[in-house]
């Protein structure tokens, strides 16, 4: 997986003393349509069933192949190292789910949420209402505080201000973030699913009993088929491990797609173009990297079109990189190596005036 130094695509001009800052680009969001029309016209918001079709069944076929061999490894202890393809298949499944609620998958709202419902609640044990309504709020308004829930306050700080507030433990984390990043993604995967239960509180009657009765499911097949098939101890290990690592593969999928990336300031109104594009981080390397993030690499693409379906992604990136270019946008695309230098170097400078505090006791 190639990792490199940042290719930006046009950049910025420098901005005259008197000229108000403001993000590089026409102003307005006119500057979209010209692109949105050729992505159109190339047919590239075609659904492609027979893609989803094929993914699905795969995915569906290796979930059944880790537990087929983690009963056939039994007493063993090489069982518990079968959390890590089951933390693999998992995160496909998480990928597939994140399709189905962008809508790219099925025709109709009805058979994307059914889907949805069945590979995140049932299948995986994460709500789709839950993940919905919080990556929807993401994606209207990525990186923006105040907005976007993954830049919120919470364990991490994402701001200068937001380390400031931090007390207690907290304020200790703020300043060693950057090095517990990857530790603390091992409690992600557990995270997810505490998440999701915590949000049918607030959810209809009849949201709380399908997706929460869903969602019980999956923790009862789950549960039941590991200490089933295990010895209790065995049993416990596997669940740790396969969360861990799945929390791992998500988090170091998701990261590098914003983190150290622009973030407007409280009141800015950017054009959809501008906000999409000047926020997130494409990360290169092949049909390798594009498989482990599913596809999540291709992340300006994406967030411009979330609906596309993520095997035309790839296609849709050269019209982007050309449109930005024309209209004098950054477009940034790093290896991804790079990609985790990045961001873990703005969570370490969002700490650094904290350690710089500590310092002076």
Known sequence: MPAGPSAVVAPPPSPSPSAPASPPGRAGGSDFAPLARRVREGGLLDRRPAYYARAISLNLAATAAVWAAIAWAGASWWSVLLGVPLAVVSARTAFLGHDAGHRQIARTARGNKWLGLLLGNLLLGMGHGWWNDKHNRHHANPNHV??????????LAWTEEQAARQRGPLRWLARHQAALFFPLLTLEGFNLKAGSLLFL????????????GLLLLHVAAYLGLAFMLLSPGKAVVLILVHHALFGVHLG???????????????GARWGHLRRQVLTSRNVRGGAVVDWLMGGLNYQIEHHLFPGIPRCSLRRVRPLV?????????PYTETGLVESYRQALGHMREVGAELRAEAARR
Do not use: T, W
């Open 321 to 329: 990189m050309e449109h930005c270019e024309r209209v004098g946008l």
């Open 252 to 266: 170091s999928v998701f990261a590098p797609n914003h983190k150290g990336m622009e973030m407007p300031e409280p």
């Open 146 to 155: 105040g907005k976007d829930p993954d830049v919120g306050e919470g364990v």
């Open 201 to 212: 509180r607030g959810r209809s009657r009849r949201a709380q009993l399908l997706e929460g």
